[in-house]
């Protein structure tokens, strides 16, 4: 899975199960913020990234994300 | 000084209406909810009779977070209680600058936790649950969830009593108004409707296996009847001080005047006549009435052969044969935990619009219905005061009274 079709993938899963507008979920925002993260829901956020990627992200995976840009760089890392 | 205790607000998801309006509508006409839900034959059922309510859908209502953790029982309760919080004039703010309680009966949420075990046991993985379950799994979450969407800041419990839940609800939240512990009390009850829930029930052949007439099977008192039939929603009444509903000028449609309660303290199932007895005399004790007071007592007949025999009996020796006696579980079937707080929604609906809803499907009554009033057609009757009785596997019994307002 390149890029891309990293961004698009993750976008259509993201925006469903957090009920977010796709159009938010943009490279230099903020993901906790954008989706309205508290502490269950990076729960939910391992579930959905397990389900649609087939990883699990660990606690550490999460600290070094800011913005969805990291996000992506992190699932490349994790797919490859 | 004791308070005088009023219901401001009912609210109800019933298979017989979703909303007072159909429910209304179907206790007039004697309308039956009972359907026959064939996947329950698949499951490993003995009868596929239930009630039946549809899984609301509260995304209009709800955020993600405010409706992940709700189980079946709690949704329901959600629109019970949407219903009874706009007719008592309540709202957010209201309720999170005045203190108001809860006390929602349930017992049991049989489906959420299947489907959770189901889940690990298929991921290996207890991560991969998600957020949501755990809330679900609990007991608990009519509350947790009712009392976080409506900001309430008074008591919060669930009540579990078996099928006197919803009725132990509204007495526990009329006496804490009535001690002036609370000013209001967000009291009901709620019965989730899956095939995982009433599976063990059924097991015990408890159920009318009637599968090929649905609307005849549940038939309280008839002499025909051969068990009940399972069902579900929730039901949600607003328990309030007169002080309280007079200074918010809120409608006030019925006072509470009596509570009766008591344990038989013998078998896990089998109902008794001396349990009955005393609840019921312990209610016209609390409210200070005689027995010629009450118009109409909504029974708590189940359709069982043993049960409705020990009622019709414990009726007749508190209250004598006159008095007119259904039981609405003719139309809903057994509401079980619900079934306390929605018959005496129903009952209140009855009481406004002066009429007693039929005992339908009685047709031959036995030697003890023989002795009792029950109304087997919609009746046009003003009532004053009624009674409802409410007993439960455990031997747990509640009978609450209810009389007009008058002030």
Redesign the interface.
């Known amino acids: 899975m390149n890029r891309e079709e990293i961004i698009s993938t993750t976008k259509r899963f993201l925006s469903e199960e957090f009920e977010v507008e796709e159009s938010t979920i943009l490279p230099k925002n903020n993901l906790q913020k954008t989706l309205d993260l508290d502490s269950l829901d990076y729960v939910d956020l391992v579930v959905v990234i397990e389900e649609n990627l087939g990883f699990k992200p660990t606690a550490d995976d999460f600290k070094s994300i800011d913005s969805f840009d990291d996000f992506y760089t992190l699932v490349e890392k994790r797919l490859a | 000084m004791e308070r005088r205790v009023v219901i401001t607000g009912i609210g109800l998801y019933s298979c017989i209406g979703n909303g007072k309006e159909e429910v209304l509508d179907s206790l007039r006409t004697g309308k039956s909810g009972i359907i026959y839900d064939e996947p329950r034959k698949e499951f490993g059922y003995r009868s596929c009779l239930t009630g039946m309510v549809e899984d609301p859908n509260l995304k209009p209502f709800l955020?993600?977070?405010e409706r992940?953790g709700m189980h079946q029982p709690a949704m329901y309760a959600y629109m019970s209680t949407k219903e009874a919080l706009e007719q008592a004039k309540l709202d957010v703010d209201f309720l999170n600058a005045n203190e108001t309680g809860i006390i929602f009966g349930n017992d049991s949420t049989a489906g959420a936790v299947i489907n959770t075990v189901d889940k690990v046991r298929e991921r290996k993985?207890t991560?991969?649950?998600?957020?949501?379950d755990i809330f679900q799994n609990m007991n608990c979450t009519v509350n947790m969830s009712l009392s976080t969407i409506y900001k309430l800041k008074g008591i919060n419990i669930t009540l579990s009593a078996a099928c006197a839940s919803g009725s132990h609800s509204i007495g526990m939240g009329y006496l804490l108004i009535k001690q002036g512990l609370q000013d209001r009390v967000v009291c009901g009850g709620a019965q989730e409707i899956n095939k995982y829930a009433m599976a063990s029930f059924d097991g015990l052949g408890t159920f009318s296996p009637r599968e090929d007439q649905p609307a005849s099977a549940s038939r309280p008192f008839d002499a025909g009847r051969d068990g009940l039939v399972p069902s579900g929603g929730a039901a949600t009444l607003i328990v309030e001080s007169l002080e309280s509903a007079e200074k918010r000028g809120a409608p006030i449609l019925g006072e509470l005047i009596g509570y009766g309660f008591s344990s038989n303290g013998e078998h896990i199932s089998n109902p008794n006549f001396d349990g009955q007895f005393r609840s019921l005399s312990m209610a016209l004790k609390q409210a200070g009435i005689n027995a010629d007071v009450v118009d109409y007592v909504n029974a708590h007949a189940t359709s069982t052969p043993v049960g409705d025999s020990m009622e019709a009996q414990a009726i007749h020796s508190v209250l004598g044969g006159k008095v007119p006696v259904s039981s609405t579980k003719s139309m809903t079937g057994h509401e079980c935990w619900m079934a306390g707080a929605s018959e005496v929604a129903y009952s209140l609906l009855m009481m406004e619009n002066n009429f007693i809803a039929p005992n339908i499907n009685f047709e031959t009554p036995d030697e003890d219905s023989a002795k009792i009033n029950i109304v087997p057609e919609m009746r046009e009757q003003n009532i004053d005061c009624f009674l409802s009785n409410s007993f439960g596997f455990g031997g747990t019994n509640s009978s609450l009274i209810v009389k007009k307002f008058v002030k």
């Open positions: 955020s993600r977070r992940i993985d991560t991969l649950i998600g957020s949501g």
